[in-house]
């Protein structure tokens, strides 16, 4: 078993069986999480995206600026390297990588109560981007962000990077930095199985639909209610603890999500079809343009060929494939530079 570093986490919202409530898991605390107000993320990328925005992607000296960020090329960033630079160099000397992260999503970033420790698709992820840049055995602290704080979390210097499950799109490239791709996911609607709900339509009118602050379940719904009344909660499995206690009648997430939260209680299902294009990347200060690059390189061996043997398909297959089967492959990285 891997040796672990620090762990931050508070509590876990764990699986449950069908009709059942998510049941919280106490954990020790040894680095507090982050919490409080903050302004949301920005508007999600797909069909109602927010228009074009110019930016310079990833701050001073980020190497050829991209006039104008779009939808078509949202997902690009830097072209990998190993080179050391300042923000890596202070990971280094510090002796330890902070990472923000998902502490209640199954399959993504979750304590497992049998072992107590986090597990996850991302926290995978975690842990091959520290063992580049720490070598073997490294130390990690993990602390818990909600969604709304993951770009604050990471302008104040909180963390080092966001590992959780964070859309790439053009009002948060305006704000932080982000990796190429390393999953694809979509904005799809969640519901009891024998709900009248049937998709992201005229079929939510008067129903109470759930979704995360901050996220781009919110954007869509803000830009598309299609009559809905609209709940807005910290973290999306709050969002499944409404759907259990009839408080919401649906939810509106990432696909990616709403499939381990049906993974959880099988009386709720995933209804119609994706209606958002959600591209997934590793968040970073707009400033460390040497750690986006080094993640970059660490994400090229990460999905290696795209063979069933690179470490990216043996994560899906471990975490993801049960509940998102047929998927081939990681994303194809995009580049600027």
Not at 26 to 32: D, F, K, N, T
Not at 262 to 271: G, I, T
Not at 318 to 331: F, M, Q, R, S, T
Request: a positive charge; charged letters at 25%; proline letters at 7%.
């Amino acid at each position: 078993m891997r040796a672990r570093g620090l762990l931050n986490l508070r509590a876990v919202l764990t699986p449950v069986g069908a009709g059942m409530c998510a049941m919280a898991a106490a954990a020790a605390v040894l680095v507090p999480a982050l919490g409080g107000d903050a302004a949301a993320d920005g508007p999600g990328r797909g069909a109602a995206a927010a228009p074009a925005v110019t930016h310079r992607a990833f701050g001073p000296g980020a190497g050829p600026a991209a006039a104008r960020c779009t939808e078509r090329n949202a997902a690009e960033s830097l072209r990998p390297s190993s080179k050391d630079g300042a923000a890596v160099s202070r990971i280094k000397q510090r002796g330890q990588l902070i990472v923000g992260v998902d502490q209640n999503t199954y399959r993504w970033g979750y304590r497992n109560p049998a072992t107590g420790e986090l597990e996850g698709f991302d926290i995978d992820l975690v842990w091959a981007v520290a063992e580049d840049i720490l070598g073997p055995h490294p130390k990690v602290v993990f602390k818990a962000v909600p969604t709304s704080l993951r770009i604050p979390a990471l302008q104040q210097r909180t963390v080092d990077m966001v590992v959780r499950t964070m859309t790439i799109n053009c009002a948060r490239k305006e704000q932080v930095a982000f990796s190429t791709a390393y999953f694809q996911a979509g904005q799809q609607v969640l519901a009891p199985k024998a709900s009248k709900v049937t998709a992201f339509d005229d079929s939510l009118r008067g129903r109470r639909v759930c979704t995360a602050a901050g996220s781009t379940g919110e954007s869509e719904l803000a830009a598309r209610r299609h009559g809905a009344r609209v709940l807005t909660v910290p973290n999306q499995l709050d969002c499944l603890v409404r759907l259990q206690l009839g408080e919401a009648d649906a939810v509106v997430t990432d696909n990616a999500l709403a499939a381990a939260q049906a993974a959880q209680d099988p009386s709720v299902e995933l209804k119609g079809r994706p209606f958002t294009d959600e591209p997934y990347g590793v968040a970073m200060n707009r400033d460390d343009t040497d750690l986006v690059r080094r993640v970059n390189k660490v994400l090229d061996d990460y999905r290696g060929d795209g063979g069933a043997d690179s470490p990216w398909m043996r994560a899906y297959r471990k975490w993801l494939e049960a509940d998102l089967p047929g998927i081939p492959g990681p994303p194809s990285p995009e580049y600027r530079d």
